[in-house]
C-alpha cells in the first residue's frame, strides 16, 4: 500500500512540476513521471499495453502543439485525442489498473452509495497535455484577475445550479465535516484528476478551438462557451438526464472564467470549489430517490 500512495504521489507532483511551466520544472516533472511509470509497471497499474498507450497519446500531442501537421491529417489528430479523452474518461482503453480506495460508501444520510477510485489514465492525460502545451509561466499570470473571475463564476454558478437543483433535486442540505482521509485523498484527487483534468481538456482544448473555428464571428467566445458547455454536458449523459443538465450548466461558469482569463487555472479552481462546496455542504454524491 506504501507503494500505491508513493505511486500516485509521484503522478501528482509531476503534474503540479509541469503545470508550473517553468522549463527546469518541467524536466523535474518529466523525470519523476518516468519514474511514476516505472513503478506503475511493476505495481501492475500499467500494463505494457498502457505503455504504448500512452506512447501514442504523447505522439498525438506533440505533433498537435508543434503545427507539423495539417488539413485532413491534423483533424485526424484532433480526432484521435477527443477519443483518447474520452475512452480515460470512462475508462474505456485497456492497460491500466485503477486503485479503489471508496467502495459504495454512505456520505450522507439519503445519498446513493459512493465508490471513488484514484485514477492512472486521467493524470497521464493531464501531465502529457500540459507538457507539450505551449503557455506562460505560471508566475506570469494576472492572478488578480484570475481570482476575480473565479469568484465571480463560482458565485454565478451557486446562485444557477441551486436554482436548478430546485426543481431538479438532486441534492439536499446535509453539512458534513471532513475526515483526515477525505482530506488527503479526495481534495487532491479532486483537484489535480476530475477540476484540472476536465478543465484543460473542455475549456483549455474544446473551448478553446470552437472560439477559434467560430473567430470570424463577433460572439465567437461565447460560441465557443456554450458549445463546450453542451458537450461537457452530454458526456455526462452516462449518468443520468438531471446529472447532464447540471453538468451543461456549471460548464457554462466554468467557460465564463475561462473566457474572461483565457487561463485554465480560473476554471480549474471555479470548478474545483463547487465540488468541494456540494461534497462539504449538500448530498453527495446525490440523493437516492434521483435513481
Known amino acids: 500500500m506504501t507503494l500505491s500512495y508513493t505511486f500516485f504521489i509521484l503522478l501528482g507532483t509531476a503534474i503540479l512540476l509541469v503545470w508550473a511551466g517553468i522549463d527546469i520544472y518541467k524536466k523535474l516533472g518529466l523525470t519523476i513521471f518516468l519514474t ?30 508543434s503545427n507539423q501537421v495539417s488539413g485532413a491529417y491534423k483533424l485526424l489528430l484532433h480526432l484521435l485525442h477527443c477519443l483518447f479523452f474520452i475512452g480515460f474518461s470512462m475508462h474505456f482503453v485497456p492497460g491500466f489498473h ?17 465508490t471513488m477510485y484514484l485514477n492512472v489514465e486521467k493524470p497521464t492525460y493531464i501531465f502529457l497535455f500540459l507538457y507539450f502545451n505551449k503557455r506562460l509561466p505560471i508566475i ?30 438532486l441534492v439536499e442540505w446535509d453539512p458534513k465535516l471532513p475526515t483526515s482521509l477525505i482530506i488527503s485523498v479526495w481534495i487532491p484527487r479532486m483537484l489535480l484528476d476530475t477540476a484540472l483534468g476536465e478543465e484543460i481538456f473542455f475549456r483549455g482544448y474544446v473551448q ?31 449518468a443520468g438526464i438531471p446529472i447532464s443538465i447540471m453538468a451543461t450548466l456549471a460548464g457554462i461558469g466554468y467557460g465564463l472564467a475561462y473566457l474572461k482569463t483565457n487561463a485554465i487555472e ?23 430517490s434521483n435513481i
Open 140 to 169: 506570469q499570470y494576472n492572478w488578480g484577475k484570475i481570482l476575480k473571475w473565479t469568484s465571480i463564476s463560482f458565485i454565478l454558478n451557486f446562485i444557477l445550479l441551486s436554482l436548478a437543483n430546485y426543481g431538479i433535486k
Open 36 to 65: 511514476a511509470l516505472i513503478l506503475g509497471v511493476g505495481l501492475k497499474y500499467i500494463s505494457f499495453i498502457g505503455l504504448g498507450v500512452i506512447g501514442s497519446l504523447a505522439t498525438i500531442l506533440y505533433l498537435l502543439q
Open 98 to 114: 485503477n486503485w479503489k480506495i471508496f467502495n459504495e460508501i454512505l456520505l450522507s444520510p439519503h445519498a446513493i452509495p459512493y
Open 208 to 238: 478553446k478551438n470552437l472560439t477559434d473555428l467560430f473567430r470570424h464571428f463577433k460572439l465567437a467566445p461565447w460560441i465557443g462557451c456554450i458549445l463546450a458547455s453542451l458537450i461537457f454536458g452530454a458526456l455526462h449523459l452516462p
Open 266 to 288: 480560473a476554471s480549474t479552481l471555479t470548478h474545483f470549489l463547487v465540488n468541494l462546496l456540494h461534497f462539504f455542504l449538500f448530498t453527495y454524491p446525490m440523493l437516492a
